[in-house]
Nanobody, 121 residues
Framework: QVQLVESGGGLVQAGGSLRLSCAAS??????YGWFRQAPGKEREFVAT????????KYADSVKGRFTISRDYAKNTAYLQMNSLKPEDTAVYYC????????????????WGQGTQVTVSS
């Protein structure tokens, strides 16, 4: 079992950048994923990365703007978000899974508490 803690959320103007971090409680071979949930909407997939950082997958809505990465030695995954838009406003969640490059939140058994990202226009 692994515990996840997100950080790095905040308020930013449209066009700005934020970097989210996801610290794991121990070194793992889990694959990481980022999801987000806006008020009144379902949780949606954002990006995922394999345990060794060798492969990634993104939602179409964030391709070219967001970059997922991980530092295996630090047990931490990151989500670099550039060119932010008001529609990116949501609570962002980090999650871990044994599944490879899954975009389905049901495939992720471990979740962080979430961090709020608000993009003003």
């Amino acid at each position: 079992q692994v515990q996840l803690v997100e950080s790095g959320g905040g308020l930013v103007q449209a066009g700005g950048s934020l970097r989210l971090s996801c610290a794991a409680s121990s070194r793992t071979w889990y694959n990481y994923g980022w999801f987000r949930q806006a008020p009144g909407k379902e949780r949606e997939f954002v990006a995922t990365i394999t345990w060794n950082g060798g492969s990634t997958k993104y939602a179409d809505s964030v391709k070219g703007r967001f970059t997922i990465s991980r530092d295996y030695a630090k047990n931490t995954a990151y989500l670099q978000m550039n060119s932010l838009k008001p529609e990116d406003t949501a609570v962002y969640y980090c999650a871990a899974t044994r599944q490879t490059l899954s975009g389905r939140h049901g495939d992720y058994p471990y979740w962080g508490q979430g961090t709020q990202v608000t993009v003003s226009s």
